[in-house]
């Protein structure tokens, strides 16, 4: 029977309605993405906006106790040893930290996934060399080649970005090659190779969609990673020199004011705690969501609570 024109034809949603239907469903991952959302934008405006409230330093509010209204609502998280406030601090912090994990995880996953690409469809030759190239890079402990060349190239953004993302490059190139491995035997990819597609085409027009979302999955969970490798290199001594600060570099200066303020190291500490807890949560919400086979999971749930 003919449609009239008053007729609708249901439409699947959009992809973008489906995945935040999918977020709106796991109230956990939700909160998860709000808060990350938060530091993002802390990190693009809190520079501009709190730069001079970071740095101006207030002796008479040294270690000022947190919840004080000394120092106006900026020192709700209190004061450090020189009185700047620390809530004004953090937030400012949260641009080289953002940036130093973010630009450390996009160079180790794209020469990372370029490697594991090749590695896995160009043949066996060449995947042994760059395999090799991995091992040399997992045989040195991260922390530990990351330290000696920060000792010799000296602590800077850029350094901690090169280093960080020269550790985790095999993360990326195992995965990737992993994948691919197990991909270009399938019907598609078999029927493109028929058809006459160069392999360069097979490997980005065919291979990499059915490979992007695990690498989405890794990343988010790797930026964790790298944030807390660079808390810990600023807690040593040996990543970010003041008068730059990073999360790990406060934590760094308030140990010594442990046992008298510990809301210096508590609260940047607090702010790494959160920041890692929630990309975690979004990273196995991500691998439910982009898996075909499990993301239903969350479709349905999310019809139910819709």
Do not use: C
């Amino acid at each position: 029977m003919p449609l009239s024109a008053t007729d609708t034809i249901p439409q699947e949603p959009g992809a973008l309605r489906r995945l935040a239907r999918m977020l709106w469903a796991d109230k956990f991952a939700l909160a998860a993405a709000l808060f990350v959302l938060l530091v993002v934008v802390l990190a693009v405006v809190g520079p501009m906006w709190l730069e001079g409230a970071a740095t101006r330093q207030n002796l008479r509010g040294r270690n000022l106790p947190p919840f004080s209204l000394a120092q106006g609502w900026l020192g709700v998280l209190g004061a450090d040893a020189l009185g700047r406030p620390l809530l004004a601090r953090i937030i400012v912090a949260t641009r080289n930290t953002i940036t130093i994990a973010a630009g450390a995880v996009l160079f180790s996953a794209v020469i990372g996934t370029m490697l594991g690409l090749v590695a896995g469809y160009m043949g066996r030759a060449a995947g042994q060399v760059i395999l090799r190239l991995a091992d040399v890079i997992m045989s040195f402990p991260s922390l530990l080649l990351a330290v000696i060349v920060l000792y010799i190239l000296g602590p800077s953004v850029a350094n901690l970005i090169v280093v960080l993302a020269i550790t985790r490059i095999p993360v990326y190139l195992r995965t990737t090659r992993a994948e691919v491995m197990e991909v270009r035997e399938r019907m598609f990819v078999q029927a493109a190779r028929v058809m006459g597609a160069s392999r360069w085409r097979i490997i980005f027009r065919h291979i990499l969609p059915v490979v992007l979302p695990t690498l989405l999955t890794v990343a988010t969970l790797d930026f964790a990673f790298v944030m807390l490798a660079e808390s810990a290199l600023s807690f040593l001594g040996i990543g970010i020199q003041p008068p730059e600060i990073t999360w790990g570099l406060m934590v760094a200066q308030g140990r010594q004011y442990l046992q008298t303020a510990w809301w210096l190291s508590v609260w940047p500490g607090l702010a790494i705690i959160l920041t890692t807890l929630s990309l975690n949560l979004l990273s196995g919400w991500l691998r439910i969501a982009l898996d075909p086979t499990q993301r239903w999971r969350l479709e349905m749930k999310g019809r139910r609570n819709g």
